[in-house]
């Protein structure tokens, strides 16, 4: 079955960096689009960042670009996200998302927490 899980979470202060990684099993990754999405307590999940299979196309949220980069290495199906410059507003918890057969697949979260 399909498996996404992230890492690399944490707390950092204002204007730091985190990279967060992303490892999937169960499908064929290289094969599939990957995304990043976030989501605060009480509101909804957002997308973040998008990659397609092969990296040829990248989609970010407007709040995120220049900021933020998606990439993915195939041989060991991770994506990741290099999150810098980071604003408290950027606090949330980050999911790895693909969509598999037409149907969602999302990792457990994990927490970033930007805050001095």
């Known amino acids: 079955q399909v498996s996404l899980v992230e890492s690399g979470g944490g707390l950092v202060q204002p204007g730091g960096s985190l990279r967060l990684s992303c490892a999937a099993s169960?499908?064929?990754?290289?094969?599939?689009?990957m995304g990043w999405y976030r989501q605060v307590l009480g509101k909804e999940r957002e997308m973040v960042a998008q990659?397609?299979?092969?990296?040829?196309?990248?989609n970010y949220a407007d709040s995120v670009k220049g900021r933020f980069t998606i990439s993915r290495d195939n041989a060991k199906n991770t994506v990741y996200l290099q999150m810098n410059s980071l604003k408290p507003e950027d606090t949330a918890v980050y999911y790895c998302?693909?969509?598999?057969?037409?149907?969602?697949?999302w990792g457990q979260g994990t927490q970033v927490t930007v805050s001095s």
């Open positions: 998302h693909t969509i598999i057969n037409s149907r969602n697949s």
């Open positions: 990659i397609s299979s092969a990296s040829s196309f990248t």
């Open positions: 169960g499908f064929t990754f290289s094969r599939f689009s």
